[in-house]
């Protein structure tokens, strides 16, 4: 059979690309079709460890998990993490390639066309279809010049183009006319059709505005998607989900700190969607709750600015009221360094070189090294419940509080404080396994719950491909896609 091949390009960031892709990895894998996931470039502090070993962004992960395939580096072969406004480190196939400013990768990129490309046609030989993601808007010609993401790519495939618009945030029509508007006619060829995501009231009331786009760009309308509320409770990577999440009235309140550089914030999604739990981020110029009965420090890619920040904001001051009117707190990753009494970046890994003191709350140093971890990690807690999860950090850290680890592994993990209410580990998803998450809330004072994270999952994204299969024309979708040729 010949593989074949789709692209879904949106008008701008944050317009449904990655979840309509992920339920559209379902749907047609639930057709019987071989899916294959696959985003070139992708920009994103949320990542996943993939099955062979390497980092690739939390999106494609979600979408191999959707298709029922195994993670792997080449559904993202250039990760860009951003390390400040300017700076990013770039990974590619999993691993770290370089750190670069937007200027310097601008140049950086040509090498990546090819690698991108190769692993493209990698996964293609394990397909029936790759589902192709691209990258931010594909009317950024201010960066079409060596483009992978979108249009540079989709030309250098020979895959055709859908292109994705969000009218809930409105102008749709703007969006839509607007890329057709400022696209080379060469780029204009591309696209064969397109989607309008998030719609929200009666269908009817927008038949006029979908013939106006039609008329204007000669792009036939593909699909209505209606706004799906369980979508938010699904592995978001941009951080502009957090400003979306809802709040809820519930007996055990959580606190997470929002602090810049904030890393695989997704960690905290089971908790969120616990029936018990209310889960509150704390952004600039919040004061931590009163009631909350957990702070929580998520993963930074900057930690010793992010630390920076937390000072900033007086939240030290409130983390140590917290722990005294009897809260816990729990550190992951950079957050789990913070709690420490110190962190040394003697080669300015993160920025610029120095040493800053931590908050003190637990018995720790850390020093960061160029030697970073990757890995999947499986343990159990002093309970003996399995727990699974990954790691991706750089640093090293020691001390006394290590002694009184949070997992056994081959090795003791984490640490605690002594009056155990204060936890910190290297380990993110770990709130995915059922037996911890309820052991924590139960900690906190929370009733049983039933609720099974994994299970909850699956029933949004089959949820999200009957909605898929109701409102697009997926027939005309895969009609639309090309073969992919044995040079891409």
């Known amino acids: 059979m010949i593989t074949r091949s789709l692209m879904f390009q949106g008008t701008g960031s944050d317009v449904g690309k990655s979840l309509v892709m992920a339920g559209l990895c379902r749907l047609m894998t639930r057709r019987g079709l071989r899916v294959?996931?696959?985003?070139?470039?992708?920009?994103?502090?949320?990542?996943?460890?993939?099955?062979?070993?390497?980092?690739?962004?939390?999106?494609?992960?979600?979408?191999?998990?959707?298709?029922?395939?195994?993670?792997?580096?080449?559904?993202?072969?250039?990760?860009?993490?951003?390390?400040?406004?300017?700076?990013?480190?770039?990974?590619?196939?999993?691993?770290?390639?370089?750190?670069?400013?937007?200027?310097?990768?601008?140049?950086?990129?040509?090498?990546?066309?090819?690698?991108?490309?190769?692993?493209?046609?990698?996964?293609?030989?394990?397909?029936?279809?790759?589902?192709?993601?691209?990258?931010?808007?594909?009317?950024?010609?201010?960066?079409?010049?060596?483009?992978?993401?979108?249009?540079?790519?989709?030309?250098?495939?020979?895959?055709?183009?859908?292109?994705?618009?969000d009218i809930d945030r409105g102008g749709v029509i703007a969006s839509l006319v607007g890329t057709h508007a400022v696209l080379p006619e060469a780029d204009q060829r591309m696209i064969q059709g397109f989607l309008i995501n998030k719609f929200r009231?009666?269908?009817?009331?927008?038949?006029?505005?979908?013939?106006?786009?039609?008329?204007?760009?000669?792009?036939?309308?593909?699909?209505?998607?209606?706004?799906?509320?369980?979508?938010?409770?699904?592995?978001?990577?941009d951080s502009l989900a957090l400003a979306r999440q809802e709040q809820r009235d519930a007996p055990v309140h959580v606190a997470v700190l929002a602090y810049p550089h904030i890393a695989n914030f997704d960690d905290f999604d089971p908790l969120a969607s616990e029936p018990g739990v209310r889960l509150t981020w704390c952004r600039e110029g919040d004061a931590l709750p009163a009631d909350a009965r957990l702070v929580i420090l998520p993963g930074s890619k900057c930690t010793m600015e992010s630390l920076a920040f937390l000072k900033a904001q007086g939240w030290d001051i409130d983390l140590r009221a917290h722990h005294r009117r009897g809260g816990h707190i729990l550190g992951i990753c950079g957050g789990f360094q913070m709690l420490g009494k110190s962190l040394s970046d003697p080669h300015g890994l993160e920025g610029n070189a120095g040493r800053a003191e931590g908050l003190g709350l637990l018995d720790i140093a850390t020093t960061f090294s160029a030697k970073k971890t990757v890995a999947h990690w499986q343990g159990e807690m002093d309970t003996g419940a399995p727990v699974t999860g990954y790691e991706i950090h750089l640093g090293v850290s020691e001390g006394e509080a290590m002694s009184r680890p949070l997992f056994q592994d081959r090795a003791p993990e984490g640490a605690r404080s002594e009056d155990d209410r204060i936890w910190g580990t290297y380990v993110h998803g770990i709130f995915a396994n059922d037996h911890f998450r309820q052991h924590v809330l139960a900690r906190l004072g929370a009733a049983p719950s039933s609720y099974r994270y994994t299970q909850h999952l699956w029933q949004i994204l089959d949820g999200w491909a009957d909605v898929l299969e109701q409102s697009v024309s997926i027939d005309r979708l895969l009609s639309i896609a090309a073969p992919v040729p044995e040079e891409a």
């Not at 046609?121 to 691209?134: F, K, N, P, S, W």
């Open 36 to 165: 294959m996931p696959f985003k070139a470039q992708n920009m994103s502090n949320n990542a996943a460890v993939a099955a062979d070993g390497g980092e690739i962004g939390r999106a494609q992960w979600l979408q191999a998990v959707a298709a029922g395939a195994e993670p792997s580096v080449h559904m993202n072969p250039v990760l860009l993490k951003p390390q400040s406004d300017r700076m990013s480190q770039v990974i590619v196939r999993g691993k770290v390639a370089a750190t670069l400013s937007a200027s310097e990768y601008q140049s950086y990129r040509v090498s990546l066309l090819p690698v991108a490309l190769e692993s493209y046609r990698r996964l293609a030989e394990q397909a029936d279809i790759v589902l192709v993601e691209g990258a931010g808007s594909a009317a950024e010609i201010n960066l079409r010049r060596h483009d992978i993401a979108n249009m540079g790519f989709a030309r250098a495939a020979q895959c055709p183009v859908i292109l994705i618009g």
């Open 201 to 237: 009231g009666d269908a009817q009331l927008f038949v006029d505005g979908t013939a106006a786009i039609e008329t204007r760009t000669g792009w036939p309308a593909l699909g209505l998607i209606p706004h799906h509320a369980p979508l938010m409770q699904l592995p978001q990577e």
